[in-house]
């Protein structure tokens, strides 16, 4: 097994997201989110793929560049502890894949949703889910087509450092498949961890 692959990579990754939270100093941040306010972040990350005893599926890490631009389509709003943001997200994605055997290198471009939960002016956590689709040849078992499709989905936080920045740490559930329009689509089911700096504007 590489030294990357498995859970040391994702230990690794962990460690790094701890240690950068650790030195920080959070400020307040702006009172709220309000309709039209927009962000801009620059984030990466680091999946591993999961194990399928039964099918003997090389395991598949991945490292991920992903900036996004995101526009926030309410004010803050809903009951109690719930009360929060949508804000929609367009998410450029550039994807290095590397297995036992191949490696590949995809583009693509994501559409996600989120809820920024309105918990404090500090920290506030967020829910996201959405779907895209990456170009690029791939010779995997779990997929082997030049066009395949993202799934995903998980939780993060953004940590103010000032007014309008702060670090996004999060965990997505990430899927690949290509939807059965080549020979093989086991699915490339992976963990990612994201790491980020985010700016906002009102």
């Known amino acids: 097994m590489r030294?990357?692959?498995?859970?040391?990579?994702?230990?690794?990754?962990?460690?790094?997201?701890?240690?950068?939270?650790?030195?920080?100093?959070?400020?307040?941040?702006?009172?709220?989110?309000?309709?039209?306010?927009t962000e801009v972040t620059l984030s990466a990350g680091y999946s591993f793929s999961h194990s399928?005893?039964?099918?003997?599926l090389d395991t598949v890490d991945g490292f991920h560049l992903i900036p996004h631009f995101g526009i926030f389509l309410t004010d803050a709003h809903g009951?109690?502890?719930?009360?929060?943001?949508l804000e929609l997200l367009a998410e450029r994605t550039l994807l290095y894949l590397d297995?036992?055997?191949?490696?590949?290198?995809?583009?693509?471009?994501?559409?996600?949703?989120?809820?920024?939960?309105?918990?404090?002016?500090r920290v506030k956590p967020y829910v996201e889910a959405g779907v895209g689709v990456l170009g690029g040849e791939t010779k995997f078992r779990q997929t082997d087509c030049d066009v395949n499709f993202i799934l995903e989905g998980g939780v993060g936080a953004l940590v103010?450092?000032?007014p309008r920045a702060a670090i996004t740490a999060g965990y997505r559930f990430h899927h690949v498949s290509n939807a059965d329009a080549c020979d093989q689509n086991l699915g490339l089911n992976s963990s990612l961890f994201i790491l980020g700096v985010s700016y906002f504007f009102p």
């Open 160 to 162: 103010f450092l000032a």
């Open 52 to 56: 399928i005893v039964s099918q003997n």
């Open 3 to 37: 030294p990357w692959s498995g859970r040391k990579g994702w230990r690794f990754a962990l460690w790094v997201g701890l240690g950068l939270l650790a030195g920080v100093d959070p400020v307040e941040a702006q009172e709220g989110f309000r309709f039209g306010a």
């Open 79 to 85: 009951p109690g502890w719930g009360k929060g943001n």
């Open 99 to 121: 297995g036992d055997k191949e490696s590949a290198t995809l583009t693509g471009l994501s559409a996600l949703g989120r809820w920024v939960f309105d918990a404090s002016s």
